[in-house]
């Protein structure tokens, strides 16, 4: 490696008692629910006690952790070795986790009425943004609660690792944003001049609104944020409170790679971004990695070297074994250009490689074997 | 199909999906949606025919993947295809879409624009998610349907940059989005009329798929998930396939352990790559590692495709390009496309 970036440790952080939430982030596929799987196992065998929260596992992989079903409690996930330390492991529900919010801060009539109410279900269910602040949420929840003292968190799936930060901010600036104040409760909107402009304004935008959604819809929407305006002060300021926690000096942020432009550049955005946060960035973690055990052999000999026996009619099998080293030698060569053009922009920021396995990884065995690349 | 120029020369080739004019392309999110509509649209296009290619998430994929500058909201023309042929873009915005269509119907195009700055024409696609579909499946729907003054289609055919897997089927099933919001009124008549495209033979739902476990079962779950809708599911484009380099034999010993080193040494020393017998050994033993793992990955793949054809529907290759899916290797892949029939 011509630049090479600090070691990432691993087992420090895990060992560490003060670590008390790991967070792995990245773009869409690039094994974030595998590493964060894997460290929670690692951790639990290392003798934390341990919770996984994570979001659309594999089937496979969430089968063998126990989880049958998505009921939005931590399960104990048997056949975990060593001595003192255990894990717990959940699938996130968002729909679920958003109706309990609700459920415990309303009375049940009113309760009830959010919970009904086709605007509620919509949002919850397909808002882009609700499975992210329901994973935060559910992050504060598994924290308040004391259970565990490490908790390892997955990310949803999405295209920018970014979202995970950005999308519960979108959802509650929605939920309490002017707009839907205005449209809802314009009576209530503050001082009176204000009041008299949005006015103005408010009878178009009702109108229409009314026309392209129909009339029923805004009173979905009026009665739904009424309802929630009474049972608590605002998502945003929820939303707020688990940004804060991430904040906290017991975090640790991993961010997933895989060794490719797209996945490396969004690491490195999302790198950035947490320094703009202050948030706690432990390490990147390039994952699927492609290396080899004869790296003296180069592509351009492994290449020469088949051309020369093919031309020959000769070890027809040793020249296609050479073909197969070369293509892998020339992924890894640019693999490794990914990789150094992450760490010439961040020079500082420690790395963990994890090989690319042959199979998915489906199993506690699997899991072990990736907590222990890993940690190498 | 009177209007598709070049009649005589493309009636002999057999195609799956004649007749569909408007190619749905879903699959799950990075296996290359975006690459394989793009590549599908110029292998339609391909012998004389005009193509329009459309995204519809804002995001500039298609742009960035031909090369260009950011597309505007407007259909224009991107690319020559083999042999002649048009490839048009058009990158959808919902909001335009919504102001669109406000005119259509209300015409209240400049009422709309100041409600764009307001914010209320976002906040109207982002409470009502079923009026942001229909109002871009409307558009693809009308893309169809548009006719010239003398008569003739506009467009050949469609296709569409769609979301993924996971939001697929509910995204073309308007009328069922859309039924909380109007029961009666122009949305709803444009629902009824986009389901009379998407659900119809003239409609394909493709999906791109990587032969593993998640992007498979995405496609899996996807396609029954249109099954149901009654929605018409297309064909399995499985993207990013790897060439086979040795023989089925040779991968068969290597899975069960069995990969004769012996040979390997020797054919290295041929080649003049190992320096006395040690060496030989050790590179050989490195080299047959390697054997092992790819042919562990090729029995993986070759179970995924197995699942796969349990589905029933048409399955393509597509191989991976080994310098990305530049514009030389879009041509590659529209390539790949025509031979194995499915355009
Ligand atoms: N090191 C590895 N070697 C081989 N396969 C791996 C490795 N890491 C992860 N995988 C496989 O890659 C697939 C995607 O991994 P995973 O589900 O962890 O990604 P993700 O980032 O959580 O994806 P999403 O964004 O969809 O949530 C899984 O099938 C997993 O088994
Ligand atoms: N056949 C191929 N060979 C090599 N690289 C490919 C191939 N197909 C796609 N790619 C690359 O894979 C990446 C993802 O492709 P693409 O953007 O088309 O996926 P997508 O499904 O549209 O992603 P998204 O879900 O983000 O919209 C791109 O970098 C693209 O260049
Ligand atoms: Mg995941
Ligand atoms: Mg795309």
């Given at each position: 490696m011509s630049r090479s970036a600090p070691a990432l440790d691993i087992d420090a952080i895990l060992d560490?008692?003060?670590?008390?939430i790991i967070v792995c982030c990245g773009s869409g596929g690039v094994g974030k629910t595998t590493t964060a799987a894997a460290l929670g196992l690692r951790a639990a065998e290392r003798g934390r006690s341990a919770v996984v929260l994570t979001v659309d596992p594999a089937k496979r992989l969430a089968q063998s952790m126990g989880?049958?079903?998505?009921?939005?409690t931590p399960r104990r996930v048997t056949?975990?070795?060593?001595?003192?330390g255990e894990l717990h492991a959940m699938m996130l529900d968002m729909k679920r986790t958003f109706d309990e919010i609700i459920e415990a801060h309303a009375d049940p009539e009113r309760a009830q009425q959010i919970l009904t109410n086709p605007f509620y279900q919509s949002l919850s269910s397909s808002f882009s943004g609700t499975q992210e602040y329901m994973a935060m949420e559910k992050l504060g929840q598994l924290r308040r609660s004391g259970d565990w003292d490490l908790i390892v968190v997955d990310t949803p799936?999405?295209?920018?690792?970014l979202d995970f930060l950005d999308a519960p901010e979108r959802l509650g600036r929605f939920l309490d944003g002017r707009l839907i104040r205005i449209l809802t409760?314009?009576?209530?909107?503050?001082?009176r001049s204000a009041f008299k402009v949005l006015n103005a304004g408010f009878g178009i935008v009702a109108g229409m609104l009314t026309k392209v959604l129909g009339a029923q819809v805004l009173k979905d929407i009026q009665m739904f944020v009424s309802a929630l305006d009474a049972v608590f002060g605002g998502f945003r300021q929820r939303a707020d409170q688990t940004y804060r926690l991430l904040q906290a000096p017991g975090t640790a942020f991993l961010v997933v790679a895989a060794p490719e432009r797209d996945a490396m550049r969004e690491a490195s955005y999302f790198v950035e971004r947490l320094a703009e946060e202050r948030m706690p960035l432990a390490g990147v973690v390039v994952n699927r990695v492609h290396l080899s055990r004869?790296?003296?052999?180069?592509a351009a000999r492994s290449s020469a070297a088949a051309e020369d026996l093919e031309a020959k009619g000769e070890h027809e099998l040793t020249a296609a074994v050479l073909r197969l080293h070369a293509a892998r030698m020339q992924l890894a060569a640019r693999e490794q250009r990914e990789q150094e053009h992450f760490t010439s922009a961040h020079p500082t920021v420690p790395m963990a490689q994890v090989p690319a396995m042959p199979?998915?990884?489906?199993?506690l065995a699997g899991l072990r074997q990736i907590g222990q690349l890993l940690a190498s | 199909m009177g209007s598709l120029r070049n009649v005589g020369a493309e009636t002999a080739r057999d195609i799956?999906?004649?007749?569909?004019?408007l190619h749905v392309v879903s699959g799950k999110?990075?296996?290359g949606k975006t690459t394989v509509a793009a590549a599908l649209a110029l292998a339609l296009a391909a012998g004389g025919r005009k193509v329009l290619l459309m995204e519809v998430e804002g995001r500039q994929g298609i742009a960035q993947i031909f090369d260009l500058p950011p597309l505007p909201y407007e259909e224009r023309k991107i690319a020559v295809a083999p042999g002649g042929g048009d490839v048009y873009a058009l990158a959808l915005d919902p909001e335009e879409a919504l102001l669109e269509y406000l005119e259509m119907f209300y015409g209240i195009k400049r009422m709309g624009k100041a409600l764009t700055k307001m914010g209320v024409v976002d906040f109207a696609t982002t409470i009502a998610p079923g009026l942001r579909d229909v109002l871009v499946t409307g558009k693809a729907s009308e893309a169809v349907r548009r006719r010239d003054k003398s008569g003739?289609?506009?467009?050949d055919a469609i296709v569409m940059d769609a979301p993924p897997t996971g939001r697929i089927a509910r995204f073309l099933n308007v009328t069922q989005e859309v039924a909380g919001l109007a029961r009666v009124g122009p949305v709803r008549n444009h629902a009824d009329m986009v389901r009379g495209v998407v659900a119809s033979p003239d409609t394909a739902v493709h999906f791109v798929t990587l032969l593993e476990e998640m992007p498979v079962q995405e496609t899996l779950d996807g396609i029954a998930e249109l099954r149901t809708a009654k929605l018409p599911v297309g064909g399995i484009f499985i993207n990013m396939v790897r060439p086979v380099v040795l023989p089925g034999p040779v991968l068969d010993a290597a899975y069960h352990n069995r990969f004769d080193h012996s040979e390997l040494m020797l054919g290295l020393k041929a080649a003049g790559l190992a320096d006395g017998k040690a060496d030989a050994s050790k590179v050989a033993e490195a080299l047959a590692q390697e054997v092992s793992e790819h042919a562990r990955r090729t029995e993986l793949e070759k179970r995924e495709r197995l699942s796969l054809e349990a589905a029933g529907v048409p399955c393509y290759d597509l191989p991976l390009l080994p310098d990305g899916a530049d514009l030389a290797g879009l041509y590659e892949l529209a390539e790949a496309i025509r031979k194995q029939g499915a355009a």
């Open positions: 560490d008692d003060n670590t008390r989880l049958t079903e998505l009921d939005n056949d975990v070795n060593g001595a003192g799936p999405s295209r920018s690792a409760a314009p009576a209530k909107v503050g001082g004869a790296q003296g052999l180069s199979e998915d990884v489906h199993d | 799956d999906w004649d007749g569909v004019r999110g990075g296996t003739d289609r506009v467009y």
